[in-house]
């Protein structure tokens, strides 16, 4: 671990986790500064939230960690729960009033990048600060539930365990609690391990079907589960008889380590830590020992975790789930991954039963609990067969619907919910709680629930409605608006005259500052991380560019330390361009476009024309070619004279131009075990690296070129990410009658049909400026402009193709033209040949 810093001066920041997001922690110098009016614990007296005049009170904080201690007393939200432990200490401002919360001096939200930069708070400190007494009820309930498992399913039973009393999908689970049942829905207080499909439990039935899917090693049921059945008893035993990583070698089960490791916790509390995520297990091996992780297959990691905490003195006496409980709140290694919103209703008819119950309600109870089903394709059978008469037997919407409930099951502690009732009224925001997805068969409808712990500070009216959520119950929230959202809880907070700058108190505000990262960049930096580049390839349409430079201002910003740009500016603002523009000028962030003349002198280095002689070029030599460095080879330059930050390249149309020619020896030095390393340049005869801070994103249509067609050797070195068609941000919004969901997920199938999955068309079309287009006249124009010369170029003016795409009322297959409609009548035309006919195709 690294040394404390010393506390002279300003002290170093060191990175400290705190509801799932990161803070960089300014240390006190042994004591607190107190506002006269405010209700924030200060640590800098130059804090520009102190408006306070005059000399401030001080508290004592001999430790430092006096802002633990308070932040730690209560929930963030439970500011009365705060201020009586404030008046317990004495800890109250200028007026008497309690303190409730730290400033931005104390802990400044920061992202998971910047937080990777700093020190982590040290080990030492965080035990002092650490309530083992506040954590004895949680870790009485983690015994209970584990001795219930024990007590339904003796170990030695285990032996002759029949497959019924295992498995998942026969009849309704939650009555007949098999034992995968438990482990994943019944006993989230040992842990969780929900999420992904049934597959993890090896073995379960298939109701659609009638059948069991397993290891297709196998040619039954019967010789599966004796196998796995084998390896569980084998693997449990191997731990208790500490020999916990032979479990890796047992093929049996190597498919399902979550089973097995919480496996080994109900039965073999003594081998391992209680960590079912082997991320989270290299994390926390990392964080105990500052060093790298070693190369270890899962359960001797785990064997390696335990060793670690068995030779560490300060851990004598505590239980492994003590232990696990105190890595979590020390250096939390989950963070917010999903913002959604939840509509409480139609009206909001459910809301207050959810507010005073601590969760958010929907319905479609016909399916049941989602809970019983095996994995995602019977369950959206079953959706299917509940809900087509409703839906008039429209495949697209029934799929859109169907994904809006099935997303309750993938929340998880800590993801954030926002109730909403139409299009502009959020009720409420607040954290998902450990029960996650509950079906609540005692409630007379609505009976699908998610717990929650809500937050009505969060309650606002939108200043601009959210056209989609009038009519869809579950649905994303971009970054952008749960900015808005946490933006319009700061205004409304409640502050005295000269309180600091907002009643909502850091590290409250943290997701207003340092967002999660949503999937498709949290994919796309997981791939930079891993190869150094990557290629965003997909069909016309469905940003890829757009990506790239999301991605781009989000972590080059946050890593930045550039005046003026904000990492999380929304693409189309003003902010947004004006991060690209800072990141540019700066050379962080460098944009190309290949195309067919584009050569390696414009990339590596090679002689282009100079003038010689005067500044006019009339000198004795005129033009004469020189040497000169091309755009890769400055940015590496620079890249590694600054290694502190990441350099980004961009490369627009990738496949456009010849990239053995472009790239020639860089080639080699893009694998990521040969950055740093060195080539000679044949030109130059210069040593040419590539620094590990530099990277690489390019983007191709896959409707111009495959990436089979792209040169093999630099096929490899790339990591390839494929952008779809995304129905997502069109549902619930229209142009008239015409669901513009529905128009795209109906055309891009009849040209998955007629052509290839290339060719179809990107979402983006129908969001210009980044908003669903809502006007007749102006998706006229993108379909007259825009998507029909796309379509006859895929058609090569075959007229009858054409009508196959879009209909007879639009293509006139006779004379080879398109019909000349009226902007409404061009809508109305979409709407019933890609609406109402092509939903029940």
């Known amino acids: 671990m690294a040394d404390e810093p010393e506390r002279t001066g300003q002290p170093q920041a060191v990175a400290v986790t705190y509801e799932r997001g990161d803070y960089a922690l300014t240390r006190s110098p042994g004591h607190v500064l107190l506002p006269l009016h405010g209700r924030l614990i200060h640590h800098n007296p130059a804090c520009p939230h102190l408006t306070d005049s005059g000399t401030l009170p001080r508290f004592p904080d001999p430790d430092g960690l006096l802002w633990r201690r308070l932040i730690d007393s209560a929930p963030s939200q439970d500011t009365a729960g705060r201020a009586e432990f404030a008046k317990s200490i004495g800890l109250t401002g200028g007026k008497g009033q309690p303190i409730t919360g730290v400033c931005g001096c104390v802990l400044a939200p920061v992202s998971a990048a910047v937080a990777g930069t700093l020190p982590p708070w040290p080990l030492d400190e965080a035990l002092a600060a650490f309530d083992r007494k506040r954590n004895a009820a949680p870790l009485a309930e983690m015994a209970a539930r584990a001795e219930e498992i024990r007590r339904d399913f003796p170990w030695e039973d285990w032996p002759t365990l029949p497959l ?77 008889e500490g020999r916990t990583a032979d479990i890796d070698a047992i093929d049996a089960i190597r498919s399902g380590p979550a089973l097995v490791a919480k496996t080994l916790r109900v039965y073999a509390p003594d081998s391992a830590l209680s960590l079912y995520a082997h991320p989270w297990v290299a994390h926390f091996v ?76 929907v319905g479609w109870d016909a399916v049941g609990d989602l809970r019983a089903y095996a994995d995602k394709d019977e369950y959206a059978a079953a959706f299917k067969t509940a809900y087509a008469e409703e839906y008039h037997d429209h495949q697209p919407k029934i799929s859109a619907k169907a994904n809006e409930l099935w997303k309750l099951l993938s929340l998880r502690p800590g993801d954030i919910v926002v109730a909403n009732t139409g299009a502009s009224q959020v009720l409420s925001a607040g954290r998902v709680t450990d029960e996650g997805y509950a079906w609540r068969a005692d409630r007379d409808d609505h009976r699908h629930t998610v717990g929650v712990d809500w937050d009505d500070r969060y309650a606002t009216r939108l200043e601009e409605p959210e056209r989609s959520w009038a009519t869809v119950t579950v ?63 997909g069909p016309p349409g469905t940003g890829k560019t757009y990506t790239a430079l999301r991605f781009a201002v989000r972590r080059l910003g946050e890593l930045s330390g550039l005046p003026g740009v904000d990492p ?210 102006e998706l006229a124009a993108i379909v007259r402009s825009e998507i029909l010369p796309l379509l006859q170029e895929y058609a090569y003016d075959d007229y009858t193709l054409l009508a196959a795409f879009l209909g007879d009322d639009l293509v006139d297959t006779a004379t080879h033209t398109l019909r000349d409609l009226s902007d409404e009548d061009l809508v109305t035309a979409l709407y019933t040949e890609l609406q109402v006919k092509g939903g029940t195709e």
């Open 164 to 240: 019924d009393r295992f498995a998942l999908g026969l009849g309704d689970s939650a009555q007949t609690r098999p034992y995968c049942y438990l482990l994943e829905f019944a006993s989230t207080a040992l842990g969780s391990i929900a999420g992904g499909s049934a597959r993890k439990h090896l073995i379960y039935f298939r109701a659609q079907d009638g059948s069991w899917w397993h290891d297709s090693r196998y040619a039954s049921a019967e010789e599966a589960w004796e196998q796995v059945r084998a390896g569980l008893v084998e693997a449990v035993t191997a731990a208790r």
């Open 475 to 537: 649905k994303d929230v971009p970054a952008a608006l749960w900015t808005k959202i946490r933006r319009a809880k700061s205004d409304g907070a409640q502050a005295g005259p000269d309180d600091e700058a907002s009643a909502d108190a850091l590290p409250e505000a943290a997701a207003a500052v340092a967002q999660p990262l949503d999937a498709e960049l949290r994919t796309l930096a997981d791939a930079l991380e891993r190869r150094g580049q990557a290629v965003l390839f």
């Open 286 to 361: 990392q964080r105990l020992t500052g060093e790298p992780v070693p190369k270890l297959e899962r359960f001797a990691l785990q064997a390696r975790l335990k060793d670690i905490v068995d030779a560490d003195g300060r851990f004598a006496g505590w239980s492994y789930d003590e232990v696990v409980t105190f890595l979590f709140w020390w250096a939390d290694p989950q963070r917010t991954e999903q913002i959604v919103k939840i509509a409480a209703g139609r009206d909001g008819s459910v809301w207050e039963a959810c507010r005073a119950g601590g969760y958010i309600a």
């Open 568 to 777: 999380y500016a929304e693409p189309g603002t003003s902010a947004f361009g004006a991060a690209l523009d800072a990141l540019s000028a700066a050379g962080r962030l460098t944009t190309v476009t290949f195309h067919p003349s584009y050569g390696y002198e414009d990339f590596i280095e090679g002689y282009r024309p100079v003038r010689a002689g005067g500044a006019d070029g009339a000198g004795a030599g005129g033009i004469s070619l020189g040497l000169s460095d091309g755009v890769f080879k400055r940015v590496c330059a620079a890249a590694a004279a600054d290694p502190g930050h990441p350099y980004l390249v961009v490369v627009d149309e990738l496949n456009r131009g010849h990239l053995p020619k472009i790239l020639g020896e860089a080639v080699t030095l893009l694998e990521k075990d040969k950055r740093g390393r060195s080539v000679t340049l044949p030109l130059s005869q210069d040593p040419f690296t590539i620094p590990p801070n530099v990277y690489v994103i390019g983007t191709m249509n896959t409707a111009d070129r495959s990436i089979r067609a792209l040169d093999a050797a630099v096929r490899r070195r790339f990591a390839f990410l494929e952008l779809l068609p995304d129905s997502a941000p069109l549902q619930g919004c229209h142009v008239d009658q015409l669901h513009l969901a529905d128009l795209l997920d109906t055309l891009n199938q009849r040209i998955r049909t007629h052509l290839d999955r290339e060719k179809q068309i990107g979402h983006a079309f129908f969001l210009p400026g980044g908003a669903p287009v809502d006007s007749a006249a």
